[in-house]
């Protein structure tokens, strides 16, 4: 009877052992993928295409990693055996974020200009430092199964209780990197962290020396993260809940690089708020109101370089600024001069949800919220237009920023087109070669070119000059269930890229 009481007794601390296995790779698995995306956006974005590569090459990895263990397990079905999968998994995880830089460095060198570099570069970079540690967790579960099971009758019943702590454990990883661990330690410690809990859970099987393991992963904590993606002449650079944050200074010149670090999504001079790039064609658009406009919202703000320009050229009128991420907001407020300008107000809001909470009614809307080289699908739609409209004074206008490639206007028509079916008229203003501006008017352009300053007169004359005829309205225009922008806009870049297109761009004219 004693002997039968200690096989009990033995028996349910091998099944508790491997449902704590179970679990754990369930969780490291998650932090794993989630972690991965942020290692890889300041090389590739974070874009839908980005992410496909992502899911998909976790869900392969877990797919052989299901098949590789079932295998294994049925050949060699050893406690020991699974508790080592478990503690190598831990060891390459710990490995990512150290050997993750000079890989993906390699990777995306040569590739940073292309869109279609984001699609080569994050598949094989998670193919090669992401596949590995999943692969190992992935088989975790069926060897696990095989283990549990002593009577047969009772397989499906340990199978189903082993998946779902598995999916527990995943649903745990998710929550707990995304919401807590990433904005609070960063992804470095982040994956840490998982390292060293997936080392103490394989000692479970392996025995206490293994804890020594644990604890050495565990030490690895102390050491400072770096840079994601270092450049020259960094001044800041965070890690947010959404993304990387970087400000480089160079020639008195200050940008912010975002993610990709590749655009400049804010610029920045001490001297002046003219910039000659793209954020100085919203300086010449009130001059198609035909009166001086006085309420402006810039939705896609990110560090005010079109609000501050608002404060000198038309410090009447007020500004609210839409920046769904407050670590951008109070990094510009410290480095690009944000807070030059006393009537910006800035909402740490997304665009579309804030657009349709507030009740303000604006004269002028700038749409400017990309994700490069990205216009985010639910800003391109008939219906965010038509939300649009509705919180446009009458005779306002509405302004977006696309970005475009020379000799292919697909995503600039698709757009227009789409505006048109709401808007009476649209215009495009092809101002830069890789920027057109889309207009949608509630009435016709004020007919005489009137510039608030002398420095802006080129500009203005220059908008009026190119001022397109207006857009006919789209008979399939994109709508919340079908923008295809993600693909029509790889498609132009790589067939630009094709042509051996270069990228060089000419700044906007201005009067000294």
């Known amino acids: 009877m004693g002997i039968a009481s200690a096989e009990r007794a033995l028996a349910r601390r091998s099944t508790a052992a491997l449902s704590v296995l179970v679990f754990g790779a369930g969780t490291g698995s998650l932090a794993v993928e989630i972690c991965a995306s942020r290692l890889l956006a300041p090389y590739y974005g974070s874009s839908t295409i980005v992410w496909a590569n992502l899911i998909g090459l976790v869900l392969l990895a877990l797919s052989v990693g299901y098949w590789l263990g079932g295998k294994l397990a049925d050949r060699r079905p050893n406690p020991r055996l ?5 503690v190598g998994s831990a060891v390459a995880v710990a490995l990512i974020p150290f050997v993750t830089p000079p890989i993906l460095d390699v990777a995306s060198n040569g590739l940073d200009e292309l869109s279609a570099g984001a699609v080569v570069g994050s598949f094989f970079a998670t193919l090669v430092l992401f596949a590995p540690p999943v692969l190992l967790l992935g088989m975790v579960t069926p060897f696990a199964i095989r283990l549990a099971i002593d009577d047969v009758r009772e397989a499906g019943a340990i199978a189903g209780r082993l998946y779902a702590l598995s999916t527990a454990g995943s649903l745990l990883g998710t929550f707990l990197s995304a919401i807590l661990a990433i904005p ?16 103490l859970t394989g000692s479970i099987l392996l025995g206490r020396r293994w804890l020594l393991l644990a604890l050495s992963l565990a030490t690895l904590l102390v050491l400072p993260p770096g840079a994601i993606k270092a450049g020259t002449g960094v001044i800041y650079e965070h890690e947010s809940r959404y993304q990387f944050i970087q400000i480089r200074e160079r020639d008195g010149v200050r940008r912010l690089y975002l993610n990709e670090g590749i655009a400049v999504h804010s610029l920045w001079r001490r001297e002046t708020v003219l910039t000659g790039g793209v954020w100085d064609t919203f300086l010449a658009l009130p001059s198609l109101l035909g009166r001086p406009p006085e309420r402006l919202a810039i939705l896609g703000n990110a560090g005010g370089t079109t ?8 410090p009447r009128v007020a500004v609210d600024g839409v920046e769904i991420d407050p670590d951008v907001t109070r990094a510009s407020r410290r480095y690009l001069g944000l807070g030059d300008n006393p009537k910006v107000r800035v909402h740490d809001a997304d665009a579309r949800p804030y657009l349709r909470r507030t009740d303000a009614r604006f004269d002028l809307i700038f749409v400017d919220a990309y994700h490069q080289p990205y216009v985010p699908f639910y800003l391109a739609t008939r219906e965010f237009f038509a939300l649009v ?21 697909r995503l600039v028509r698709e757009l227009s087109a789409t505006l048109a079916t709401v808007f009476p008229e649209v215009r495009v203003w092809p101002v830069l070669r890789f920027n057109h501006i889309v207009i949608g008017l509630t009435r016709p352009p004020a007919g005489r070119p009137v510039s608030p300053d002398r420095q802006l007169a080129p500009l203005v004359r220059l908008l009026h000059e190119q001022l397109g005829p207006p857009v006919s309205p789209s008979a399939d225009p994109w709508t919340d269930d079908r923008a295809p922008v993600e693909w029509i806009t790889d498609r132009m870049i790589v067939e630009f890229a094709a042509r051996g297109g270069d990228l060089d761009e000419q700044p906007l004219p201005t009067a000294p």
């Open 82 to 86: 699974l508790g080592g999968i478990v």
């Open 184 to 199: 609070a330690i960063g992804t470095q410690r982040t994956l840490l962290v998982s390292a060293a809990v997936l080392a």
């Open 307 to 314: 609000a501050r320009a608002f404060g000198v050229f038309y």
């Open 389 to 409: 409209e509705k919180r446009l004074q009458p005779g306002g206008l509405v302004a977006l920023n696309v970005a475009t490639v020379p000799g292919d206007r």
